[in-house]
């Protein structure tokens, strides 16, 4: 099954929906949003709907990390992240994102009208796999130990 990432906003609170098997190949519409997102001038939040992802790697991991960590930086608060998925939960909770989201099964946002991302020319995909998982790793010591080899070998091509 394939993937897709919708966005919307109300009130400068912003949703990004996932959908899905979601992989690599999204990121890169996934961080370009997120940086405008995060320039707009009525930014006031985000929240992260996983609630109808199937899977999720971790180059998708990293940059949701990135996001969350952005958002602290500008405001000192942690996003909130909805997950209903038990094996979803539990991959979130190994690479420590309890420490970076606020994860909650439900959210009172329902009525928000979202867009598709499109798809972005791919052709910095190495790089943003590499500082995907360099964030991954700084988040807790068992993500520095699983993705030091990978990015290593990244590093190293």
Excluded: W
């Excluded at 959908?19 to 990121?27: A, E, Q």
């Excluded at 790793?137 to 993705?147: A, G, I, K, P, V």
């Amino acid at each position: 099954m394939s993937g897709n990432i919708c966005v919307g906003a109300i009130d400068g609170t912003y949703v990004l929906k996932f959908n899905g098997d979601i992989r690599v190949g999204l990121c890169g519409a996934l961080d370009a949003f997120c940086e405008r997102m995060l320039d707009a001038a009525d930014f006031r939040g985000v929240i992260v709907d996983l609630a109808d992802t199937i899977a999720i790697d971790s180059t998708a991991l990293g940059c949701l990390a990135r996001l969350s960590l952005a958002v602290q930086a500008l405001q000192d608060k942690i996003p909130t992240l909805i997950c209903r998925s038990q094996d979803v939960r539990r991959v979130l909770l190994n690479m420590g994102f309890d420490d970076v989201f606020a994860i909650v099964q439900e959210s009172a946002l329902h009525s928000i009208e979202l867009v598709e991302l499109p798809e972005v020319d791919e052709s910095q995909s190495r790089q943003r796999v590499i500082e995907a998982h360099k964030i991954l790793m700084s988040l807790n010591d068992s993500n520095r130990e699983t993705f030091k080899t990978l990015v290593e070998a990244l590093e190293s091509e």
